[in-house]
């Protein structure tokens, strides 16, 4: 069994910052990639962040620059520091995971934090 576990979420003034977290935990043998996606009101979940294991990391056009995704491997979790945040960034953000067990390797959702950002 395996279990994603965000924190961090929010409310912030625009222009301020927040931090996301998210551990994975359970009979894990692999994680790759691990990030992050995010679901606004009426609109489809779209692709916020990933990291590889390596280090490397892809973003989104809108949160380049104002966000930075990081991971502990060690730890198997993986972090989403938003700085700048603007009104349009208010979503609920849900981690996910690429996890291999000794069984199967499936991917993995966490349940979500609220993200919202005031003007």
């Known amino acids: 069994q395996v279990h994603l576990v965000e924190s961090g979420g929010g409310l912030v003034q625009a222009g301020g910052s927040l931090r996301l977290s998210c551990a994975a935990s359970?009979?894990?043998?692999?994680?790759?990639?691990m990030g992050w996606y995010r679901q606004a009101p009426g609109k489809q979940r779209e692709l916020v962040a990933h990291?590889?294991?390596?280090?490397?990391?892809t973003y989104a056009d809108s949160v380049k620059g104002r966000f930075t995704i990081s991971r502990d491997n060690a730890k198997n979790t993986v972090y989403l520091q938003m700085n700048s945040l603007k009104p349009e960034d208010t979503a609920v953000y849900y981690c996910?995971?690429?996890?291999?067990?000794?069984?199967?390797?499936?991917?993995?959702w966490g349940q979500g934090t609220q993200v919202t950002v005031s003007s």
């Open positions: 996910w995971a690429s996890i291999a067990t000794t069984v199967s390797r499936d991917d993995y």
């Open positions: 359970g009979n894990i043998f692999s994680i790759d990639p």
């Open positions: 990291i590889f294991s390596g280090g490397s990391t």
